[in-house]
């Protein structure tokens, strides 16, 4: 006696763990899981290709950050050197002006023996001038 219920019958090999997949092929998956698992292991692939991409990248920019680094430091150096440089020629400067310094006072004191030592000079030729202007008179 069948009453309208259709009873489906049991696939013995579905029970077992085993299917058909689209080619008629024996799978041990069944195609929806087997699907999925190739989707994902596509996913998985694509992920790990642009982790790839990206530590390659990441790579670039540190290797330039590297760089940058090195000419700023580099660029530091020249510049503590220029401003060390610089210190040297403004003390070489000064002590410069100091010698030049002391220079025009040696020779401002040179300057005022000369004139004295002049004036004692032109005081004893007039002297001496007086002295012939009276000898020769007095012949």
């Avoid at 929806?32 to 998985?44: D, G, S």
């Avoid at 002391?102 to 000079?121: F, G, H």
């Amino acid at each position: 006696m069948l009453t309208g219920s259709v009873v489906m019958a049991k696939d013995p090999l579905a029970d077992a763990g085993l299917h058909f997949d689209d080619l008629n092929k024996l799978r041990v998956l069944e195609p929806e899981v087997a699907q999925k698992t190739t989707e994902l292991k596509e996913e998985c692939k694509e992920f790990v290709d642009r982790i790839g991409q990206f530590q390659k990248i990441v790579g670039g920019l540190i290797e330039l950050v590297d760089e940058l680094a090195k000419e700023a430091e580099t660029e530091k150096m020249k510049a503590i050197g220029a401003r060390n440089l610089l210190k040297s020629v403004a003390k070489q400067r000064e002590s410069q002006q100091q010698q030049l310094q002391a220079l025009i006072a040696e020779k401002k004191m040179q300057l005022e023996r000369y004139r004295i030592e002049y004036e004692a000079l032109s005081k004893v030729e007039a002297e001496q001038n007086e002295f012939i202007d009276q000898f020769i008179l007095q012949k």
